[in-house]
């Protein structure tokens, strides 16, 4: 370490035999009591006698030691005692001593000797305290008890490097109402003043006391705000044996004078460059206190900090400045007492907990559940948490960056400059964790990453539970106070498996469904009308945080937070609580895929491909211009694991719909020949991706009982609604979704509705295709946010026809979609037959629902049609209990290509029919003969998509049908019915 510079207040490395004053001068006294910080009712109770001191040169005989008046003797012991009241120093030569003399006189004006700013073995050399022996030998007045340098530690010049940490700190002691700018112009003086590299334990105060105040030989005064006196040769005095300190209880032991030894208490030139540079691994065990040689080391890393002073109790003991923010000092203290900073700056003082006193907040199960990819709580171990830790309130902050080489936090609570703020690396798990006090909720933060070719970086926190509003990018500490209503609907919610139940699904964006509504807002609205629609569900496009709302929350960079910009977590919270009040269960899309590369967010977070896959080609998305997820890497899944229960136990969300699973599962998605690797089998499978999948499915359906899962998946993989132990054909256990959404069911049916009706003929088993494999896996129908936009136009614009048409066009397609294996997905604005495209930047055109509009019937009544498709759905159990079940469906025609016409029976497990018809052509077909079954007395309409009320051309059946003998369509029975044009009929048992 760098030896501090010499200077008048701090008396340097000294010579073999050098001389001090035999008694500082009246000047020098005078000098060093207006050095001496002291304050304000010591100072004027202790004015008199110091001028009274200074003017008649007496001694002071009762000075106590503010500290460790009598705890000094064994640093004194290790240092070269000076010569007492003019004498030789023993075993030294008279020539050496003549020099030292003399060199100690030209020093005598610089060298400010008075007993509260020189060591106990200074004070020795030239005015004793009073209560200093020597192996239990009183001293004469005016001397001070010789002691063998040989004894304890060697060298003279060992000695006299020595300082106390304390000296320094009386040497920068300024009165309590000093003001900055004379603060700061003490502490430049301190620093000319700085003792050498090799200090030792803090200096004993002296306190001017009156008799009866201060017994001889105490070894501490009552007040322990660290000063310095002047004090004049004061006749040694014998401490009592073991003695403890003055004070109260939270004065702590002093270190007897047989365990002194020096030591230097400030930072090393390595750990001080290590810090400053942002890149210590361990701060806490160089900062903070802690047990050395001689006492506690106090280290303060506090940067534009003008003093920082330790408190413990009574204890006030002002640390040494040694330069660019550290501050250091040695107390002779036995152990490490709770203590707080009072740091001063400019035009401000502080009192703080020292954030480098505490012990790490993570344990070793956290960090070895981490490393092995199973922290399934990992949010509540990485982030920012408000807690209380060791009795102290503050901020936990962790953070996983394996490859830094160094993590500082910064925010709002420093100003934006984490260098004094250094986070500790926990072992090898590649966390990094620091407890800051006194930083709570709301405070904004950041990380700052060292990256390993040592340049920085600023990072929100992957597992931030909230953050700034869009294009802000930081995170924010928050914490959740919000109290539930929705036990009722939770415990209901695992009576059935999804696709045993009704399961209608609207699909919402909520930052453009009614545009400007925050989430509480939109609370007040959404549940009533999902609820009179008669939807069983909401599906919430993403709402995780992401950058850009054209990605419509595709492109999430805060997995853990709900978007900012429609209100607070717990806001979001209020939300769902009231969807499920109303009976509504809540899905959301979920994208563990990919992510953006935004150099704020997760792109090589820490200097290193880290959630990305270290392969270039693995780790682009070749049609996102996005990064994938590592799914081999274990902290990688374990953090989308994680969140995937995250959101199902912190936000009750009921199920989650799993975004581009088709781009995960394939190596070579994408991707043209050599541009891929091939898996260890040689396949194009991704391997790591089925791993994940799996244990992201068995996770959350183990923790959270009612919640469903489901697939975007748009290719034939096998198994993807299979339990995970299940192997299928390919040698794959199953993804363990609970739902699949049949893409091939969408393509193939709007395909057909889009041919002029002349023309379906040909395009017949578009229609027909999807019973082919129907029962493959747990299919959801979904009529989703893809579906109409860029370009793909609208559900009514995708029909052919005039306007009537178009509408009866999707009534009737409605109506199919309905009765047709499977659940059912509806996204918004479809239900009220929007013409427009949907745009996230004004959201559904509502205006055609106003009654002042000419055509608000048309749109009024497929709305209606929609309420009356989901309220008959769920009152009809054939319409779902058996949608994964082949004996839930039989067809009664499906081959009348020439007539437009489809039509089959749904059951339900006790065999209780729904007949479903419906007629893609633009003409009524009377008398219609369908085979029935034979027992079924007659049939009724349950519905009608052509009934005058939803704007058709009102071509029902009014009354029962009854069955005739007629065999038709290899059935015994047969009736005949009159089908709408365009239309889709619903008939039941009468």
Same mark, same amino acid.
């Given at each position: 370490?760098?030896?501090?510079?010499?200077?008048?207040?701090?008396?340097?490395?000294?010579?073999?035999?050098?001389?001090?004053?035999?008694?500082?001068?009246?000047?020098?006294?005078?000098?060093?009591?207006?050095?001496?910080?002291?304050?304000?009712?010591?100072?004027?109770?202790?004015?008199?006698?110091?001028?009274?001191?200074?003017?008649?040169?007496?001694?002071?005989?009762?000075?106590?030691?503010?500290?460790?008046?009598?705890?000094?003797?064994?640093?004194? $012991?290790?240092?070269?005692?000076?010569?007492?009241?003019?004498?030789?120093?023993? $075993?030294?030569?008279?020539?050496?001593?003549?020099?030292?003399?003399?060199?100690?006189?030209?020093?005598?004006?610089?060298?400010?000797?008075?007993?509260?700013?020189?060591?106990?073995?200074? =004070?020795?050399?030239?005015?004793?305290?009073?209560?200093?022996?020597?192996?239990?030998?009183?001293?004469?007045?005016?001397?001070?008890?010789?002691?063998?340098?040989?004894?304890?530690?060697?060298?003279?010049?060992?000695?006299?490097?020595?300082?106390?940490?304390?000296?320094?700190?009386? $040497?920068?002691?300024?009165?309590?109402?000093?003001?900055?700018?004379?603060?700061?112009?003490?502490?430049?003086?301190?620093?000319?003043?700085?003792?050498? =590299?090799?200090?030792?334990?803090?200096?004993?105060?002296?306190?001017?006391?009156?008799?009866?105040?201060?017994?001889?030989?105490?070894?501490?005064?009552?007040?322990?705000?660290?000063?310095?006196?002047?004090?004049?040769?004061?006749?040694?005095?014998?401490?009592?044996?073991?003695?403890?300190?003055?004070?109260?209880?939270?004065?702590?032991?002093?270190?007897?004078?047989?365990?002194?030894?020096?030591?230097?208490?400030?930072?090393?030139?390595?750990?001080?460059?290590?810090?400053?540079?942002?890149?210590?691994?361990?701060?806490?065990?160089?900062?903070?206190?802690?047990?050395?040689?001689?006492?506690?080391?106090?280290?303060?890393?506090?940067?534009?900090?003008?003093?920082?002073?330790?408190?413990?109790?009574?204890?006030?003991?002002?640390?040494?400045?040694?330069?660019?923010?550290?501050?250091?000092?040695?107390?002779?203290?036995?152990?490490?007492?709770?203590?707080?900073?009072?740091?001063?700056?400019?035009?401000?003082?502080?009192?703080?907990?020292?954030?480098?006193?505490?012990?790490?907040?993570?344990?070793?199960?956290?960090?070895?559940?981490?490393?092995?990819?199973?922290?399934?709580?990992?949010?509540?171990?990485?982030?920012?948490?408000?807690?209380?830790?060791?009795?102290?309130?503050?901020?936990?902050?962790?953070?996983?960056?394996?490859?830094?080489?160094?993590?500082?936090?910064?925010?709002?609570?420093?100003?934006?400059?984490?260098?004094?703020?250094?986070?500790?690396?926990?072992?090898?798990?590649?966390?990094?964790?620091?407890?800051?006090?006194?930083?709570?909720?709301?405070?904004?933060?950041?990380?700052?990453?060292?990256?390993?070719?040592?340049?920085?970086?600023?990072?929100?926190?992957?597992?931030?539970?909230?953050?700034?509003?869009?294009?802000?990018?930081?995170?924010?500490?928050?914490?959740?106070?919000?109290?539930?209503?929705?036990?009722?609907?939770?415990?209901?919610?695992?009576?059935?498996?999804?696709?045993?139940?009704?399961?209608?699904?609207?699909?919402?964006?909520?930052?453009?469904?009614?545009?400007?509504?925050?989430?509480?807002?939109?609370?007040?609205?959404?549940?009533?009308?999902?609820?009179?629609?008669?939807?069983?569900?909401?599906? *919430?496009?993403?709402?995780?945080?992401?950058?850009?709302?054209?990605?419509?929350?595709?492109?999430?960079?805060?997995?853990?937070?709900?978007?900012?910009?429609?209100?607070?977590?717990?806001?979001?919270?209020?939300?769902?609580?009231?969807?499920?009040?109303?009976?509504?269960?809540?899905?959301?899309?979920?994208?563990?895929?990919?992510?953006?590369?935004?150099?704020?967010?997760?792109?090589?977070?820490?200097?290193?491909?880290?959630?990305?896959?270290?392969?270039?080609?693995?780790?682009?998305?070749?049609?996102?211009?996005?990064?994938?997820?590592?799914?081999?890497?274990?902290?990688?899944?374990?953090?989308?694991?994680?969140?995937?229960?995250?959101?199902?136990?912190?936000?009750?969300?009921?199920?989650?719909?799993?975004?581009?699973?088709?781009?995960?599962?394939?190596?070579?998605?994408?991707?043209?020949?050599?541009?891929?690797?091939?898996?260890?089998?040689?396949?194009?499978?991704?391997?790591?991706?089925?791993?994940? *999948?799996?244990?992201?499915?068995?996770?959350?359906?183990?923790?959270?009982?009612?919640?469903?899962?489901?697939?975007?998946?748009?290719?034939?993989?096998?198994?993807?609604?299979?339990?995970?132990?299940?192997?299928?054909?390919?040698?794959?256990?199953?993804?363990?979704?609970?739902?699949?959404? %049949?893409?091939?069911?969408?393509?193939?049916?709007?395909?057909?509705?889009?041919?002029?009706?002349?023309?379906?003929?040909?395009?017949?088993?578009?229609?027909?295709?999807?019973?082919?494999?129907?029962?493959?896996?747990?299919?959801?129908?979904?009529?989703?946010?893809?579906?109409?936009?860029?370009? $793909?136009?609208?559900?009514?614009?995708?029909?052919?026809?005039?306007?009537?048409?178009?509408?009866?066009?999707?009534?009737?397609?409605?109506?199919?979609?309905?009765?047709?294996?499977?659940?059912?997905?509806?996204?918004?604005?479809?239900?009220?037959?929007?013409?427009?495209?949907?745009?996230?930047?004004?959201?559904?055109?509502?205006?055609?629902?106003?009654?002042?509009?000419?055509?608000?019937?048309?749109?009024?009544?497929?709305?209606?049609?929609?309420?009356?498709?989901?309220?008959?759905?769920?009152?009809?159990?054939?319409?779902?209990?058996?949608?994964?079940?082949?004996?839930?469906?039989?067809?009664?025609?499906?081959?009348?290509?020439?007539? %437009?016409?489809?039509?089959?029976?749904?059951?339900?497990?006790?065999?209780?029919?729904?007949?479903?018809?419906?007629?893609?052509?633009?003409?009524? +077909?009377?008398?219609?003969?369908?085979?029935?079954?034979?027992?079924?007395?007659?049939?009724?309409?349950?519905?009608?998509?052509?009934?005058?009320?939803?704007?058709?051309?009102?071509?029902?059946?009014?009354?029962?049908?009854?069955?005739?003998?007629?065999?038709?369509?290899? +059935?015994?029975?047969?009736?005949?019915?009159?089908?709408?044009?365009?239309?889709?009929?619903?008939?039941?048992?009468?």
């Amino acid at each position: 370490m760098t030896p501090r510079p010499e200077s008048s207040g701090s008396r340097p490395k000294g010579t073999a035999g050098e001389k001090i004053p035999e008694q500082p001068t009246a000047a020098q006294q005078k000098s060093a009591a207006k050095k001496t910080a002291v304050p304000k009712q010591a100072a004027a109770k202790k004015a008199a006698p110091a001028k009274k001191a200074a003017a008649a040169k007496t001694t002071v005989g009762k000075t106590v030691a503010k500290k460790a008046a009598t705890r000094k003797a064994a640093a004194e $012991k290790t240092a070269v005692e000076q010569p007492a009241a003019g004498t030789a120093t023993a $075993k030294k030569t008279t020539a050496k001593k003549t020099a030292a003399k003399k060199s100690a006189a030209k020093k005598a004006t610089t060298v400010k000797a008075t007993a509260a700013k020189t060591t106990a073995v200074k =004070a020795a050399a030239s005015k004793s305290t009073a209560t200093e022996t020597v192996a239990g030998k009183a001293a004469a007045a005016k001397t001070t008890a010789k002691k063998t340098p040989a004894k304890k530690a060697g060298t003279a010049e060992r000695a006299a490097a020595t300082t106390t940490a304390a000296e320094a700190v009386a $040497k920068k002691a300024t009165p309590a109402k000093a003001t900055a700018k004379k603060a700061a112009a003490k502490k430049a003086a301190t620093a000319r003043k700085t003792a050498p =590299a090799t200090s030792t334990v803090a200096k004993r105060p002296a306190k001017k006391t009156t008799a009866g105040r201060a017994p001889a030989g105490e070894a501490v005064a009552k007040k322990s705000a660290v000063k310095n006196a002047p004090a004049r040769k004061a006749p040694a005095r014998k401490a009592p044996a073991g003695q403890a300190p003055a004070g109260g209880a939270g004065s702590a032991q002093l270190v007897p004078p047989e365990m002194e030894v020096a030591v230097s208490p400030a930072v090393d030139a390595v750990d001080r460059e290590r810090l400053l540079a942002g890149t210590h691994h361990a701060p806490h065990s160089v900062l903070g206190a802690h047990p050395v040689p001689g006492g506690i080391a106090f280290r303060a890393f506090r940067p534009y900090a003008l003093s920082v002073t330790v408190v413990s109790g009574e204890l006030r003991a002002e640390l040494h400045n040694d330069g660019e923010g550290f501050f250091s000092g040695l107390l002779p203290l036995r152990e490490v007492p709770a203590y707080r900073l009072v740091v001063e700056y400019e035009g401000t003082v502080l009192e703080t907990e020292d954030a480098y006193r505490f012990l790490p907040t993570l344990g070793d199960l956290d960090l070895h559940l981490i490393g092995e990819g199973r922290h399934e709580e990992l949010w509540t171990a990485l982030g920012a948490h408000p807690m209380t830790h060791e009795g102290v309130t503050g901020t936990r902050f962790a953070v996983w960056a394996p490859n830094a080489r160094g993590v500082r936090v910064t925010g709002t609570f420093n100003f934006w400059d984490g260098t004094g703020h250094v986070m500790r690396s926990l072992g090898s798990s590649g966390v990094w964790e620091l407890f800051l006090p006194d930083v709570g909720e709301g405070e904004l933060y950041k990380f700052e990453i060292t990256r390993p070719d040592g340049s920085k970086t600023l990072r929100a926190d992957p597992l931030a539970r909230r953050t700034e509003v869009p294009p802000a990018t930081s995170s924010v500490i928050t914490s959740s106070e919000y109290e539930w209503g929705d036990a009722e609907w939770l415990a209901r919610r695992a009576g059935a498996p999804a696709h045993e139940a009704p399961f209608s699904v609207y699909e919402i964006h909520l930052p453009s469904w009614r545009p400007g509504l925050t989430y509480r807002q939109l609370a007040e609205q959404l549940p009533g009308y999902v609820k009179n629609l008669g939807f069983t569900h909401v599906e *919430l496009m993403p709402v995780a945080e992401h950058p850009f709302g054209g990605s419509w929350g595709y492109q999430v960079t805060g997995f853990y937070a709900p978007t900012a910009r429609l209100g607070t977590p717990d806001d979001f919270r209020y939300l769902v609580d009231s969807l499920h009040r109303a009976g509504i269960g809540v899905l959301m899309d979920w994208v563990p895929a990919h992510f953006p590369r935004d150099d704020w967010a997760l792109a090589e977070f820490d200097g290193k491909p880290l959630y990305e896959h270290e392969d270039p080609l693995r780790a682009a998305h070749p049609d996102w211009g996005t990064l994938e997820f590592d799914f081999g890497r274990n902290e990688v899944r374990n953090f989308l694991v994680a969140n995937a229960v995250y959101w199902c136990e912190e936000f009750h969300i009921d199920g989650l719909r799993v975004d581009a699973v088709a781009s995960m599962l394939y190596l070579d998605y994408s991707r043209e020949p050599g541009q891929w690797t091939p898996n260890e089998h040689g396949g194009r499978e991704n391997l790591d991706a089925v791993a994940f *999948l799996q244990e992201m499915n068995a996770t959350v359906y183990r923790r959270v009982p009612g919640v469903v899962t489901i697939a975007e998946e748009s290719t034939a993989w096998d198994g993807v609604t299979r339990a995970t132990h299940h192997k299928g054909p390919s040698g794959f256990g199953g993804l363990g979704f609970g739902l699949k959404w %049949n893409m091939g069911w969408m393509h193939d049916s709007l395909q057909y509705m889009s041919h002029e009706p002349v023309h379906r003929k040909y395009h017949h088993g578009e229609m027909t295709f999807s019973m082919v494999y129907a029962y493959s896996e747990n299919y959801v129908l979904p009529i989703s946010h893809d579906e109409v936009v860029h370009g $793909k136009r609208s559900l009514v614009s995708k029909m052919p026809g005039d306007w009537w048409q178009q509408r009866a066009g999707v009534r009737s397609y409605l109506g199919f979609m309905w009765a047709h294996p499977g659940k059912q997905l509806l996204f918004m604005g479809q239900e009220f037959a929007q013409g427009a495209e949907w745009s996230e930047a004004h959201g559904p055109d509502w205006w055609l629902l106003d009654p002042g509009y000419g055509a608000e019937p048309d749109h009024r009544g497929v709305r209606d049609l929609v309420r009356d498709l989901n309220t008959v759905y769920r009152a009809t159990p054939a319409l779902w209990r058996l949608d994964t079940d082949p004996a839930g469906f039989e067809w009664i025609v499906g081959d009348a290509a020439d007539d %437009n016409v489809l039509a089959f029976l749904r059951l339900d497990p006790e065999g209780v029919p729904v007949l479903a018809v419906s007629n893609f052509a633009p003409v009524t +077909r009377q008398d219609y003969r369908l085979g029935v079954p034979d027992d079924v007395p007659a049939w009724h309409e349950a519905l009608n998509t052509d009934a005058a009320r939803y704007g058709g051309s009102d071509v029902i059946n009014p009354d029962p049908v009854k069955p005739e003998p007629q065999s038709w369509h290899g +059935r015994p029975a047969s009736i005949r019915l009159t089908l709408p044009p365009l239309a889709t009929v619903w008939l039941r048992p009468a």
